[in-house]
């Protein structure tokens, strides 16, 4: 029988990354630039001006006339204005219409640990944990939101969650995370039952060789998780990063998974 699959590889796309400048989202954004028409815009978005810029540099020269701007954002700043003029300055900057593009993109890869030393009774302080939650699901909202009110209008719309096996498994030390993860996860499921003609992929990527890995492994309060961590590192069981985004990649070029439902790296095509 013939694929009738719809590629999302085919159209010209605005492709946004949240938190592209280290660990998985480097990679991510990598296999994107290569995978989208060289006529796409791809906007970067992370705290650190000078490590985004750099890896938009990195790939304008293995990409001769691949399009990236980098924005420095902070997901956890909550200053509605940002979100209201963010897409619509990037536009005007650029010299780009909405009407240029045929697909928006949205990878959500942004997110923080926590304060993986505490466990779930400890977390007694109003303002670390609300600012953990404004990162990982308030401002990602709001971001998702912002884009689609620019982008909203495109017929084709695509939406990569980074999820993790945290959103269902209740990993000792990962109280906040894992309950960060979990509302990205159904909130996106609710989001395709209001409107289903929206793709979102929610993916799972393993453990990859990360500053946030590491920084699990090396202070998290639970003996348990920290030696289940150091025996994934010592056994080869770390992803590298690229091998992981490959696999996420692979997923979206088949685009069968079933929308906003959890996909995971060990998962098969
Ligand atoms: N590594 C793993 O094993 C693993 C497993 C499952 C799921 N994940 C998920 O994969 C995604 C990427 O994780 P990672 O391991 O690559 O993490 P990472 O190495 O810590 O990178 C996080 C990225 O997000 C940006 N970022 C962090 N806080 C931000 C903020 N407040 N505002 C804007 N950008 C921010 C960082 O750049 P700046 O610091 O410059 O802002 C960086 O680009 C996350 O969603 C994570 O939950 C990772």
Known sequence: MADTTPSLFEKKSFVVIAGASRGLGKSISAKLVEAFPRSSFFLFLARKKATLEAVASELMTSYPGVQIGSRTFDQGNLDQNIFDTLFVDVLKDYGLKVDDFEQSVIVHNCASVGDVSKYAWEMTEVTPVQKFFEINVTGMI?????????????????????????????????????????????????????????????????????????????????????????????????????????KMLAFLKKNTFKNAEYVEYYDPL
């Open 142 to 246: 709001l971001l998702n939101s912002a884009f689609f009110k620019t982008f909203g209008q495109m017929k084709s719309r695509l939406i990569v969650n980074i999820t993790s096996d945290n959103a269902k498994i209740p990993y000792p030390s990962m109280s906040v995370y894992c309950a960060s993860k979990a509302a990205r996860d159904i909130f996106f499921r609710v989001l395709v039952v209001e409107d289903p003609s929206i793709r979102v992929l929610s993916y799972s990527p393993g453990p990859c060789d990360t500053e946030l890995l590491a920084s699990v492994r090396d202070s998290c309060s639970s003996q348990e998780l920290a030696g289940e961590l150091k025996g994934f590192y010592s056994e080869g069981k770390v992803l590298s990063c690229d091998t992981s985004a490959e």
